[in-house]
């Protein structure tokens, strides 16, 4: 039984920390994205994912 539970929040850090990675890229190519249409498409990528954190 603790092996599982240790497994369950194994996989469960391991796909927070994928979230926020992909959280972290959008948010920089928001920022950083060369022309407009990337820049605005990326804050519209990273509206979405931060609204279905919630």
Known sequence: MHSLLHAGMSAALASGMVFVGTLAVVA??????????????????LELLVRRAR
């Open 28 to 45: 920089l190519a928001a920022v950083f994205a060369p022309t407009p249409t990337r820049r605005s498409d990326a804050r519209k990528v």
